[in-house]
């Protein structure tokens, strides 16, 4: 009888962890959006950041340098409407970006940031960017997409340049 006693402790604990490790997994979704909208994380807009900027630094200047790339598998044009611009730390800039889509089907796709030198990166907040979310494109369409941004003035002196690199890709290949 003991043994039977035991196979049923054994058999509730393992019911018990499988419960617990399918809602941590049902849960990490949820947590890893709060910390991408908290930290800025994974090209999330930092709205604590965007509001913590309260004075130009019109002392000093930033070249922002946007550069674009299509995944080999997207049939998309896509390019910034300006391939850089010089900005004020702490002002608010807006940039845009044209896609196209290439073919006579509906498409969804997708931009993916990153930024160079790494240590811009927590100093660059993005505002407003078409690389939150995926873009539905219609047969041949072409769209303006925008980008709202804040330099962050606590950028390190050493950075003069900050470059802005998206990739577009074709989420349906």
């Known amino acids: 009888m003991p043994e039977h006693d035991d196979n049923r402790s054994l058999v509730a604990q393992l019911l018990i962890m499988t419960v617990a490790m399918f809602g941590f997994g049902f849960l990490l979704v949820p947590l890893y959006d709060v910390f991408c909208e908290i930290t800025g994380f994974g090209g999330r807009p930092n709205a604590a950041a965007a509001a913590a900027v309260e004075m130009p630094d019109l002392k000093r200047e930033v070249r922002i340098q946007f550069v674009t790339t299509v995944n080999s598998n997207a049939r998309f ?35 993916v940031p990153s930024i160079a030198p790494v240590s811009a990166a927590e100093h660059f907040t993005k505002i407003e960017c078409f690389c939150f979310t995926t873009q539905d494109f219609l047969p ?34």
Do not use: C, W
């Open 77 to 111: 044009e896509f390019a910034p409407d300006v391939s850089n611009m010089t900005v004020h730390p702490g002002k608010m800039y807006y940039a845009t970006f044209t896609a196209k889509n290439l073919t006579s089907q509906h498409k969804v796709a997708q931009a």
């Open 140 to 173: 041949n369409e072409e769209r303006a997409m925008p980008l709202q941004f804040i330099v962050n003035p606590e950028l390190p002196e050493y950075v003069d340049t900050i470059t802005l690199q998206y990739t577009f890709f074709d989420l349906e290949t």
